[in-house]
């Protein structure tokens, strides 16, 4: 048995995005961790789809190392955009 069953009210909220997600998209690595957040995936499942290992992905989210240019058309098509043209 309900307790007030003419009471229907239902509460909504977005969830907060994670602290590992970037305050501010400056680089393509802060761009590459946004996207990949957002799409729920993992470091390795985004380095499959762009063609390169875990841990340049890794070093890219941490700003240590920029994506080279025979990578840069797999991230190009995992963002949607290409970030030197901002």
Request: hydrophobic share 40%.
């Amino acid at each position: 048995m309900v307790a007030l069953p003419f009471c229907h009210l239902r509460l909504q909220s977005k969830k907060p995005k994670a602290r590992s997600y970037p305050k501010e998209v400056v680089t393509v690595g802060d761009a590459i961790r946004a996207r990949r957040l957002d799409l729920g995936l993992l470091q390795k499942d985004v380095a499959t789809i762009i063609g390169c290992d875990k841990m340049s992905i890794v070093n890219w989210e941490k700003n240590h190392t920029c994506p080279r240019a025979n990578h840069m058309v797999g991230v190009v098509k995992f963002l949607g955009f290409d970030p030197s043209q901002k």
